[in-house]
């Protein structure tokens, strides 16, 4: 994924105030993405040391916890923005 220019920028860097709202957009939904890319990096270490069963049911046990810390909708994201993500990695493949 790419870097926005203007979110590197060392003026913006400094002040999350003085971003525009479509830059504040840009901000959240990279960070989103970026949190997807994390948990399903997560989970493939979890199944390769623990094995694929356990790794299921700690993924349940997170998505359960993130859903009562964010809401359902937030948790229902997630697991949509890892799909897509894993369902990208694949076609590539």
Known sequence: M???QSLTEPK??????T???QERLNLRETMKQTEAME???RFKKKTLEEGGGEAQYWWQQTLADIAKKRGQKA????RQRMNRIKNEISRKS
């Open 39 to 41: 948990w399903i990096r």
């Open 75 to 78: 948790a229902d994201d997630l």
């Open 2 to 4: 790419r870097q926005q």
């Open 12 to 17: 913006k860097a400094n002040n999350l105030a």
């Open 19 to 21: 971003l525009s709202s």
